[in-house]
């Protein structure tokens, strides 16, 4: 649940913002950099998935301090930060596909 939860939340987020937009605002860095943010903020994997527009779609999660990030990679070895915030959660999961 929490897994579709999150999906439905990046395809929304990625649909009313845009990737095109991530990237014209400047919100894409070299993926070492995204990832060493991640890291930096004690955030770990909780979603990843394959869109459909060929790129890897990403969740990050930190149950500690409860902020979550969400990125697009590219094959070109850049990642944009798609969106980013605090009063993230895992929803309740009664399987791996709920």
Known sequence: MILRKLFLAAIIMAASIGVSHA???G?????KDAMGAVRKAGETIVFRGLSKRGHLVTIYLSKKSQTFTALVHYKDNRSCFVDFGGQGELMGAKSERS
Do not use: L, Q
């Open 23 to 25: 990237e014209k605002a």
């Open 27 to 31: 919100f894409c860095v070299p993926t």
